[in-house]
């Protein structure tokens, strides 16, 4: 390791420690409970027990093969209620007949607690992977609608105003003023379906499922394999940690995407409407 290299790493540590201070207390606090006899090693293994046993969960390959099969199911479902809420709710901001007829079904199905459709998907689309990505599709659908109808609504009119007097149809505004407008919003509606899936997935994986997992949380669980249990629940807790982040990176686009499209309508309108 060369001197330069580690300057540099030595300047990040007192950006990085903060940041992740809290899951060092977190750990630390995990660690103290389990050596001091406050907590039984049966109900919180430490966390030495808990890596071994990711350990060899990863190296036998199981961990990746039920890694997969919940990530592509929670990844089918999401999509799906990422392109068909952002449609529906930004259709329900633009058009008063979308909204009239939306808006009711929307308000009447989002208390429900989605996890007890899990026996109606079960009967409806049997035990294979269907179930779990409608299940998934249907709770994620409404944050995502909501969201992108709130962002949709809190456009800027004066942008609308100035691109139709520039001669913008409907649609171009929708597509260039109206969308980039809703896109904070409506990621941060992602964020809530992104957590909301997971819940969802390893909810169903737990009753109906031969893969995934949440069918080891279940399986590790019920043979006393607590340690390996809790590797597998903090794989995914890191995941979906992982996947805000990725959402939190991705929010910066929409919102530059936002600005050059605000400073290019004034631009032009200053071009038609010269200062006298």
């Given amino acids: 390791m060369t001197p330069g290299t580690l300057s540099f790493m030595t300047s990040r540590i007192p950006a990085v420690v903060p940041r992740y201070m809290p899951l060092?207390?977190?750990?630390?606090?995990?660690?103290?409970?389990?050596?001091?006899?406050?907590?039984?090693?049966?109900?919180?293994?430490?966390?030495?027990t808990v890596a071994?046993?990711?350990?060899?969960?990863?190296?036998?390959?199981?961990?990746?093969?039920?890694?997969?099969?919940?990530?592509?199911?929670?990844?089918?479902?999401?999509?799906?209620?990422?392109?068909?809420?952002?449609?529906i709710g930004i259709l329900m901001a633009w058009y008063k007949p979308v909204r009239a007829t939306v808006n009711p079904i929307v308000q009447f199905f989002y208390p429900?607690?989605?996890?007890?459709?899990?026996?109606?998907?079960?009967?409806?689309?049997?035990?294979?992977?269907?179930?779990?990505?409608?299940?998934?599709?249907?709770?994620?659908?409404?944050?995502?609608?909501?969201?992108?109808?709130?962002?949709?609504?809190?456009t800027d009119e004066v942008l609308i105003w100035s691109a139709r007097s520039l001669g913008a149809s409907r649609a171009r505004v929708l597509w260039e003023?109206?969308?980039?407008?809703?896109?904070?919003?409506?990621?941060?509606?992602?964020?809530?379906?992104?957590?909301?899936?997971?819940v969802l997935l390893v909810s169903s994986e737990l009753i109906v499922a031969r893969q995934g997992f949440g069918y080891m949380i279940g399986w590790l669980g019920d043979g006393g394999?607590?340690?390996?249990?809790f590797a597998v629940v903090l794989t995914g807790v890191l995941a979906v940690s992982d996947s805000s982040s990725l959402a939190d990176a991705v929010l910066a686009f929409p919102i530059v995407w936002l600005f050059w499209t605000t400073i290019e309508i004034i631009r032009n309108r200053r071009r038609r409407h010269p200062a006298t």
Avoid: H, Q
């Fill in 52 to 87: 071994i046993a990711w350990y060899d969960l990863a190296s036998s390959g199981d961990l990746w093969t039920n890694g997969v099969a919940s990530m592509t199911r929670g990844a089918a479902g999401l999509g799906l209620a990422i392109a068909c809420g952002s449609l």
């Fill in 177 to 198: 003023i109206v969308l980039p407008s809703a896109l904070p919003e409506l990621l941060s509606g992602v964020r809530t379906a992104l957590a909301l899936s997971f």
């Fill in 24 to 48: 060092l207390l977190l750990a630390a606090g995990w660690e103290a409970l389990t050596r001091s006899g406050l907590v039984p090693t049966a109900a919180l293994p430490p966390l030495d």
């Fill in 112 to 154: 429900m607690p989605k996890s007890a459709l899990i026996p109606v998907m079960v009967l409806w689309l049997g035990f294979g992977d269907a179930s779990k990505i409608v299940l998934i599709f249907i709770g994620c659908l409404l944050p995502v609608t909501l969201s992108a109808f709130n962002g949709a609504r809190g």
């Fill in 225 to 229: 394999a607590y340690d390996a249990m």
